[in-house]
């Protein structure tokens, strides 16, 4: 497992450098059967990551550029008459990996057209259900909340991904990396294949064995629990978060070689699974020190596993 995350995380850093801590958190979410939300500025690379794990993994990718006035038939399809028969056209989530490009620039109706893909795995067209393809994930990007032409996902719909990441700006040596590279022609086309897709599926199915012990699990419970008595959070984390860290934290075991979860697996995807599914209260908004993830790790003792 380790040489295979090697050589997938190898090719994605063909494109993407000095942000290998957010490369991994992609993979592991891929690993967890999870969708990624993106959000960061214009520019960083989210796209552009997004392609190169499409490119390694082997995958089937469809993008859709979100604007004001794209509809909901252009993500889920639309039936048309065909010879006294209604007969589906299939829209973009008919693919492996739907890139969602500023997900946050269209309408709210638009955006939970992606809910039952997402969550069911199917859509529904004229009340007939039709299954997405397997493996399916979204890796949607947005830019931050309050840029121009933006709003404001849904709590529903931010529940839907498993983790929200942000890349950054790159430090200066790793920005004049970039721009070296550049100078070769499209970094993507250097972007190999490494697995197809059964292997991605058998990989996936190895995460969801990883064993986890009472005493691990019952640490996953009271951290999310806690996001429910917190003083700072007017809505805490609902049991959706509890399923997604547990399957987060046995994908990052995975990655490291061990078919069973320790501590430090939960804890080193905390950050990036609960804290966008939380509601805060205008004090903790007002405060940018205040890091609920941070803190509640703080909080809430860990097991000891001998």
Do not use: C
């Not at 393809?133 to 121009?148: E, K, R, Y």
């Amino acid at each position: 497992m380790y040489e295979v995350t090697e050589k997938i995380l190898r090719e994605v850093r063909k494109v993407i450098v000095g942000k290998d801590d957010v490369v991994e958190k992609v993979w592991i979410s891929i690993l967890a059967q999870g969708h990624v939300l993106l959000e960061d500025v214009p520019g960083v690379g989210k796209t552009t990551m997004a392609l190169a794990f499409s490119k390694a993994l082997g995958l089937e990718t469809k993008r859709v550029q979100f604007t004001p006035d794209t509809m909901p038939s252009d993500i889920i399809g639309f039936s048309l008459p065909e010879q006294g028969r209604m007969v589906y056209q299939p829209g973009a989530v008919m693919t492996n990996l739907l890139l969602a490009d500023e997900i946050n620039r269209t309408s709210s109706k638009t955006q939970s057209a992606l809910l039952e893909a997402m969550e069911e795995g199917q859509v529904t067209v004229d009340g007939v259900s039709h299954p997405v393809p397997q493996p399916f994930l979204v890796i949607a990007t947005q830019n931050p909340a309050g840029a121009s032409g933006t709003q404001l996902l849904p709590d529903s719909q931010m529940d839907r991904f498993m983790v929200r990441l942000s890349i950054g700006y790159p430090a200066p040596a790793d920005e004049m990396a970039m721009v070296r590279r550049r100078q070769g022609g499209a970094l993507l086309e250097g972007v190999r294949p490494v697995l197809e897709l059964n292997g991605l599926l058998a990989l996936r199915a190895q995460a969801g064995q990883v064993y986890v012990s009472d005493e691990v699990l019952d640490y996953i419970v009271r951290l999310v629990g806690a996001t429910r008595s917190h003083p700072m959070i007017l809505q805490g984390a609902s049991p959706r978060a509890t399923l997604a860290l547990t399957a987060m934290a046995k994908a990052a075991a995975l990655v490291r070689g061990r078919d069973y979860v320790l501590p430090e697996d939960v804890s080193l995807v905390f950050g990036d699974v609960v804290p966008h599914r939380l509601l805060l209260s205008p004090r903790a908004e007002a405060d940018r020190s205040f890091d609920p993830a941070s803190e509640l790790l703080e909080r809430v003792p860990a097991p000891r596993i001998s």
